[in-house]
């Protein structure tokens, strides 16, 4: 097949959600199938190389990191390295790759890193991540691949799930994944769980709908949703944030790439679903009540609703082929539809999910 696609759903008779990963060789139409697709169990995640024909499992139940390939049109087990004794949990790990054979699991919930030899699956050397970790709340990377001139540009976040809760601090984050060493830039808010570049090389960060949604509920317990950008060339992130809600006049998060110099957010319709003070957050996260704006960057004065069924406030985009697919997730998360944003007749349906996709990998 040419992809692996990692998804979270309920299977009857259990109790937890579980993550498997399916294979198909179409994301413009069809079904994943999820009859030969390999259980991953409660937590975990799917990473790779697009095209080197290989891919990776962590799993949390064990803390191990799997090794797969495809022989004979099967999926097959090829090795795995354990990081039991070097970690509690796995949790929001990321993978950073220096091509097929050398990468780094960054686990900054406890403030670690691993240099991995991918070859020998063996843990080669560590870097210490303490910087990055919030003091207050577990700390996570968002994990969307953004390159530029060889390092990973990404940011932290914080966010207690439970309690809900998100910081005020964010990191911008620059990891070179060929020694391992990195850089931390304050952001000019907080909350950002997004990120992309757009074609003229800026990179943009913004906060998704979870934390419109905690903000909307209680100012105190999140800060106002917001979108940061980076000038191509610089380090230096520009210091007044755009802040999304004051340009649709609701609570606002997601960042989808959507042509040139747009991108697609959820607005919440506040008339749909009022915000009161027994509001909790996961049920306005999962409300199918989330209205598609579009956001031109250049110009966010002319952003708009653009026509779509509303959706719930989970966000995911992929980049497969050069072209961006975002989720239309249904309201009870049973189910999801690739929507391809980029390229001719934009935005048109894709592949059909059972649950909610969380990555993807391009095997050749």
């Given amino acids: 097949p040419r992809f692996a696609v990692a998804t979270r759903l309920l299977v009857a008779g259990a109790t937890d959600l579980q993550i498997f990963v399916g294979f198909t060789d179409d994301v413009e139409s069809g079904e994943l199938d999820l009859s030969n697709s390999i259980d991953i169990g409660g937590s975990g995640g799917l990473w790779g190389v697009d095209g080197s024909g290989e891919f990776y499992i962590t799993r949390g139940e064990d803390l191990t990191l799997n090794k797969y390939r495809f022989e004979d049109g099967q999926p097959v087990f090829v090795d795995r390295t354990s990081f039991a004794q070097e970690i509690p949990f796995l949790a929001g790990e990321f993978m950073a790759f220096d091509g097929p054979d050398r990468a780094y699991l960054l686990q900054v919930t406890t403030g670690q890193g691993f240099a991995l030899d991918l070859e020998a699956m063996e843990i080669v050397d560590r870097v210490d991540l303490t910087t990055l970790v919030d003091a207050e709340q577990p700390t996570f990377m968002n994990s969307i691949d953004v390159f530029r001139d060889g390092e990973v540009v990404g940011a932290t976040y914080a966010t207690d799930a439970v309690q809900e809760t998100v910081s005020e601090v964010s990191q911008i984050v620059f990891f070179d994944p060929t020694d391992g060493s990195f850089e931390a830039r304050p952001a000019p808010c907080g909350g950002l769980t997004y990120n992309m570049t757009a074609p003229n090389g800026d990179i943009y960060f913004a906060a998704d709908p979870w934390v419109a ?38 609570p606002t998060g ?77 309201a009870d998360f049973s189910s999801t539809t690739l929507v391809r944003t980029t390229g001719p007749d934009a935005p048109a349906p894709g592949l059909q999910i059972s649950g909610i996709p969380l990555s993807v990998v391009q095997l050749r």
Wanted: hydrophobic share 35%; glycine share 8%.
């Fill in 254 to 330: 997601g960042l989808i790439p959507f042509g040139d110099s747009s991108i697609l957010v959820r607005v919440l319709d506040t008339e749909q679903f009022p915000v009161t003070e027994e509001t909790t957050n996961f049920q306005l996260f999962g409300s199918p009540a989330w209205d598609t704006w579009e956001i031109d960057l250049l110009a966010p004065e002319r952003s708009r609703r653009i026509e779509r069924d509303p959706l719930a406030g989970a966000i995911l985009y992929f980049v497969i082929d050069g072209e961006v697919y975002d989720n239309e997730t249904s």
């Fill in 213 to 250: 949604g905690i903000h909307a509920i209680d100012p105190s317990r999140g800060p106002a949703p917001c979108l940061v950008r980076l000038p191509a060339g610089s380090r230096e992130p520009d210091p007044s944030p755009i802040m999304l809600n004051d340009i649709t006049g609701g």
